[in-house]
């Protein structure tokens, strides 16, 4: 009896400490937000980077007062930014910064949104950014009539419309998944408008949907965070950005929420980023704070999950029988290391990054994936109005790359994935006369070990984790700045790469010893391209082609996949409710009563 | 008898055939001002959004002179149109546009439902009302684009619709150019369709004849052109020595309708002289051969403008046998159109 009255005695002291260092932690996560915030503008204060971002920095920083209200006098003239990018970017700097603005600069800057052409986009991103500037610029000039706009609409009107598209795109967004989901290179163009929105909107009804919403965003970003990279499947990302993870755009939006990675962004050691990422500016103005559980979510890897989800392709306008299809996503989070996949195909235009293997590093090029790198009219024009002959051309023109047979982001028609945990395969089965009809792989050359087996297998090390890779066919190596890069030329190919700790496999020689031994069953013939293997954990992946995906004989139904189903995130397809979860905490997100609740 | 036949069938119908031509050249001493929708450029600059190599442009001097109007930042300006009341209209990726003031401002007049707008067409009886050709289908406004309808029932799935054609002798019947074939109207103003031939088939272009209405052409995408002869319930592939099949673009000559032209990708323009039954390449003169866009003029149907995929405009004064640069070097001249000049 006293023994137990003890171990209660203990049981509840442990308990409160546990909750005190909890507690702690939260406050302090709080805390050190405040301070990366406070630090970020004052560094973007002392920039010199000619942008919205820095202007806004300088002013709520008192520096070069003068210099800059002049600077921003010469941006209500602008013929620079894209029309989408400046009606939110103009009136988050105007809002921010309205009390330290003469009274002419204020009008000129009302001025702008009546004389500026502001071209509306065709995307996702665009939308966001073109919707969410109207609607705060319709609200902080109420009352005018169509000659005192753009676009020749009234205030009412432009309101109502912004209104309208913002509460569609929230809708869709959380009963069917997001379109230009998990993109390092645009997440900071869905986040920053709303967070502009949720410190801005006047309607309460409003705000509380952008705070809804930034959760849902932050909460999906969480959930495939891994020390400042954004694991996984991506819809849309840039070339640098998907070879050298931690110089993404998405970094300083993880270091300044979650703390990660541990280097200041704009001070990278990984390499010279393509964005300085001050777009965090007006986050660390935002008076939204990530809710703990969130944050929690976000750093906490000390046990291994496995996240499923559904995401939907951007608008498919024609050469398909739905505008937007659904893409199934697949994230494998560990400590050390992110193996991540979408079911391939062609998903999104020109930027897909179907699938990598991403791990924690303190080097550059801290990924490895492959590719086809296909291109065609046929796939823009399912997308885009102009004319499918004349598509690729013209998309080379803003993208460089499209076309190029060496690019290292791509859709294919003839990719797909299938995987399970640590372990993926991914076929493809190339049709005679596809543009570019080979398969690449990024190996980088900051991998401490990359050993070609005797069986075909190769294995990587880096630190302490391991990625054996199963070419189905021959293959050559050609060495470039930062990687090797694997080719293989078989129009019926594919991969099979099973990733693993020391934790979990010993030593390297110890993994480089198992594979050696390790066989796959793979049957081609014309009409079938299948792999049968069973990985180091005795799961067995069957997968065909354009057949079924079994694992351990159970057939993978992706119709069973949720908008979330994870430890963390839950949601099921269109109910408009997404539990977050973390220990015993939950928050409730119910879009349809436009609630949130918190449950602990 | 055979006089008396002469008298009383022949020589009236002769006389009337031999006016025609006289009655349509009644347009001769009229002016026309020609509408050219510059979609992008090689010379535009994304770094500079006040571009005035892009969006509208008018010449009211057949070409000699054209003129800037409306906005210069990139909105992706497909097609301009004219309505018969002067109200200007242009189809673009913002919605459909409209400058009541001979495009001294435009408006707006869709909301966030209508976008990616490739062509607008006016009601030539009825100048408030407006049809739009979008890459989500069809619209229709009745107002002058105070409120817009959707009016997709019966098209495809995805209602890709590239083109519109108002049937010149009855305005409540439309022709639907989509992805997936032809559709036509089935309830007055288009409430509904009903496929009407070609499917399958990408329709880049509908025209009709100007003087038989049961005479329709169409331009697709790979099986180059299709002729209907009885209001488009049946048609036939129309490509001897045409062979460059994805065709952009057709206009009819309104004065000797069995001439016609056709944009087409990669082979310029083609041009017949039998109502398309033969077709023969002109292309001298012309160094872009994505033809995407075509217009006559109707005063002087002997000059005709083309309009490339970023090579510029280009004029031919000799019906096409010869043609020579115009304007806007490596513009993406994706629609051009010509209405009367307003009194």
Redesign the interface.
């Known amino acids: 009896m006293n023994c137990k009255a003890t171990i209660n005695w203990q049981t509840i002291a442990i308990l409160t400490g546990i909750g005190f260092f909890i507690l702690s932690l939260c406050l302090q996560a709080q805390q050190d937000f405040r301070e990366r915030a406070a630090l970020t503008l004052q560094a973007a204060s002392e920039d010199d980077e000619r942008n919205l971002y820095v202007l806004t920095a300088k002013l709520v920083q008192g520096v070069d007062r003068e210099a800059t209200l002049e600077e921003l006098l010469s941006f209500t003239d602008?013929?620079?930014?894209?029309?989408m990018f400046y009606a939110y970017q103009m009136i988050g700097t105007y809002l921010h910064t309205k009390d330290f603005l003469p009274d002419e600069l204020r009008s000129e800057i009302h001025r702008a949104y009546r004389d500026?052409?502001?071209?509306?986009?065709?995307t996702e991103n665009h939308?966001v950014m073109y919707?969410t500037g109207l609607y705060l610029a319709a609200q902080t000039w109420p009352g005018l009539d169509?000659?005192e706009w753009f676009?020749?609409?009234s205030s009412t009107e432009n309101l109502i419309?912004a209104e309208?598209?913002l509460r569609?795109w929230m809708h869709i967004t959380i009963t069917i998944g997001q379109g230009e989901f998990d993109s390092p290179t645009y997440l900071m163009t869905f986040l920053s408008p709303m967070l502009l929105l949720y410190e801005f909107a006047a309607d309460p009804a409003m705000e509380k949907s952008a705070r809804m919403i930034l959760d849902y965003l932050f909460a999906d970003y969480a959930v495939k965070n891994l020390r400042g990279n954004y694991g996984g499947g991506h819809s849309r990302d840039y070339p640098q950005d998907i070879i050298n993870p931690l110089t993404a755009p998405s970094v300083p939006w993880a270091w300044l929420y979650f703390g990660e990675p541990d280097f200041i962004p704009w001070d990278n050691p990984m390499g010279e980023p393509r964005h300085s990422g001050w777009n965090i500016v007006f986050a660390a103005l935002s008076s939204y704070r990530l809710p703990e559980i969130i944050y929690n979510i976000g750093t906490d890897r000390s046990t291994p999950y496995v996240l499923t989800e559904t995401k939907r392709t951007r608008n498919?306008?024609?050469?398909?029988?739905?505008?937007n299809l659904p893409v199934y996503k697949y994230t494998y989070m560990t400590e050390d290391y992110v193996l991540g996949s979408l079911h391939g195909g062609i998903l999104q235009p020109i930027q897909q990054h179907t699938w990598d293997v991403t791990y924690v590093s303190n080097k550059p090029n801290n990924t490895l994936f492959t590719l086809h790198p296909y291109y065609s009219g046929k796939e823009l024009a399912m997308f885009f109005?102009?004319?499918?002959?004349?598509l690729a051309d013209?998309v080379d023109r803003?993208h460089k790359v499209y076309t190029d047979p060496d690019k290292w982001n791509a859709s294919s028609p003839y990719e797909q994935t299938m995987q399970y945990k640590n372990t993926i395969i991914v076929l493809y089965n190339i049709e005679p006369g596809a543009n570019h009809p080979h398969i690449d792989g990024f190996f980088p050359k900051t991998l401490d070990d990359r050993i070609e087996l005797d069986n075909r297998w190769i294995a990587a090390r880096h630190g302490d984790v391991y990625i054996a890779f199963y070419p189905l066919k021959e293959y050559e190596w050609i060495e470039e700045e930062v990687n090797y890069r694997w080719s293989s030329y078989d129009l019926q190919n594919g991969v099979i790469v099973e990733v693993g700790r020391k934790l979990d496999y010993g030593s390297f020689d110890d993994f480089i010893k198992h594979f050696s031994a390790a066989s796959v069953e793979v049957h081609i013939t014309e009409e079938t391209l299948r792999v049968i293997y069973k990985n180091r954990n005795d799961d067995i992946l069957d997968f065909t082609y354009g057949g079924d995906r079994l694992v351990n004989d159970e057939l993978v139904d992706f119709s069973d996949y949720g908008l979330f189903d994870s430890p963390y995130l839950q949601s099921e397809r269109g109910s408009g409710i997404i539990t977050i979860r973390y220990g015993n905490k939950k928050r409730i997100l119910d879009f349809n009563k436009s609630t949130i609740t918190e449950i602990e | 008898m055979n006089y008396i036949l002469f008298r009383n069938f022949i020589l009236p119908v002769s006389a009337f055939v031999l006016l025609i031509p006289f009655v349509l050249y009644a347009n001769a001493g009229e002016e026309y001002t020609i509408y050219m929708s510059v979609l992008s450029s090689r010379h535009h600059q994304w770094d500079n959004i006040d571009n005035p190599v892009i969006g509208i442009f008018r010449s009211s001097d057949i070409g000699e002179t054209w003129e800037h109007i409306g906005w210069r930042g990139y909105i992706r300006t497909f097609y301009t149109e004219t309505g018969p009341d002067g109200t200007i209209w242009a189809a673009c990726g913002n919605g459909v546009l409209r400058s009541g003031d001979n495009g001294k401002s435009f408006t707006i007049t869709t909301g966030w439902e209508i976008t990616e707008v490739l062509k607008v067409r006016v009601d030539p009886g009825s100048p408030g009302t407006v049809y739009a050709a979008t890459a989500y289908g069809v619209f229709t406004s009745a107002d002058y684009g105070q409120s817009w309808t959707e009016m997709n029932a019966g098209l495809p799935v995805l209602p890709f619709t590239s083109d519109l054609l108002i049937d010149q002798n009855d305005s409540s019947v439309l022709f639907a150019a989509t992805e997936e074939g032809i559709y036509r109207s089935i309830d007055d103003g288009g409430i509904a369709w009903k496929p009407t031939g070609l499917k399958g088939m990408g329709i880049r272009v509908l025209v009709q004849h100007p003087q038989d209405a049961s005479v329709l052409f169409a331009g697709t995408e790979d099986h180059g052109i299709f002729k209907s002869s009885d209001g488009g319930k049946t048609w036939e592939q129309r490509n001897s020595s045409l062979e460059h099949r994805t065709v952009y673009s057709i206009v009819i000559n309104p004065v000797d309708p069995a001439i016609l032209y056709a944009g087409t990708h990669g082979g310029g323009v083609y041009k017949t002289s039998d109502g398309g039954e033969n077709w023969k390449q002109v292309v001298d003169g012309l160094t872009n051969f994505d033809v995407h866009s075509l217009v006559i003029l109707p005063s002087d149907p002997g000059i005709i403008f083309a309009g490339t995929l970023n090579g510029g405009l280009f004029r031919s004064a000799d019906g096409g046998e010869s043609w020579e640069f115009n304007s806007q070097d490596g513009g993406q001249v994706w629609g051009l159109s010509v209405t009367a000049v307003q009194d």
């Open positions: 602008d013929h620079v930014m894209g029309g500026r052409t502001m071209y509306r986009g065709d939308w919707y169509g000659s676009n020749g609409k419309e309208g598209w569609e498919i306008i024609r050469f398909a029988g739905q505008r109005p102009e004319q499918k002959k004349f013209e803003y």
